[in-house]
């Protein structure tokens, strides 16, 4: 599950409240049907069957990276621990690191060992709040490809926090949105990205048009404005349309051309299309 908000909305106080760092003022947290509890009722806060990946990352300064990795593999053999730290040094890029004090490592260096230190064992619950935000995108696919690969192996569970769609998008099954210390809707990711409940907060998970219905063909039934993510809109023929463009902007994102067009109204509209179209050209378009 991925949990999406804008900043202050409770994500990192819900995900502190999962892992027992933080006291409930009222409800309860249930792990296995067991009560979990924060820091006034235990010494040590935390649960060793789960894991929690924060940008507070911790480390082990006078040890070196990989007795950092080994310090979280207690009761292994010695051949286990060395085959455990060898898949996530390489995996981290910090081959090159094993033997260095982590005191000497740079903030995105520490980081990394961080992040190896919580997936040495991978937990029946896996807490993720933004761990990767400093990571380039390379590594960040391939620690997300890691743990979506060990997550299903250990039929592990995973709750992500993250700021950017893409990931949300990409690697959750539910999405929950939250505002103001809420989850407003929760939900498969198709159903909370094609309708959600809360349209101010659809842009959290990227661009959409309100469509009114003075902008649309006569024959398109519509009595309300219509919510709709740009790659929802088609290009169309003129004798079967829903909606007419005039085009003023078209630029290529990487992964498709991204349309900016002006309803008959002078109402803007988004459109992602797989081919590059003409500026000021009016082009006609179904609505999914």
Known sequence: MALVGKS??????LMKCVYGLEDLNEGEVLFENKKVTGPSY?????????????QDFYVLDNHSVE??????????????????????LKLLDLVALRNSKARFLSSGQKQR?????????????????????????ILSEKLFSFIMSEIKKNKTSVILITHVAEEALKYADVLAVMNNGRILQM??????????KNIKLAGLLGPFNTIKAEDLDKKTKSKTKLFIRPD????AAKNKFDLQLQISNC???GKCFEVLGETKNGNPVIVYLNKEVELDKVYFFTVE
Do not use: C
């Open 8 to 13: 202050g909305s409770g994500k990192t106080t």
């Open 42 to 54: 235990n010494l040590i806060p935390g649960y060793h069957e789960m894991r929690l990946v924060s």
């Open 67 to 88: 007795e950092n990795i080994f310090d979280k593999l207690i009761g292994y053999t010695t051949e286990a621990k060395q085959k455990r730290a060898n898949k996530l």
């Open 113 to 137: 060992v961080a992040i190896a230190r919580a997936l040495a064992i991978i937990p029946k619950l896996l807490l993720l709040d933004e761990p990767f935000s400093n990571l380039d995108s």
């Open 187 to 196: 939900g498969k990711k198709w159903q909370i990205y094609y309708k959600p």
């Open 232 to 235: 929802k809109i088609k290009l």
């Open 251 to 253: 630029t290529f994102n």
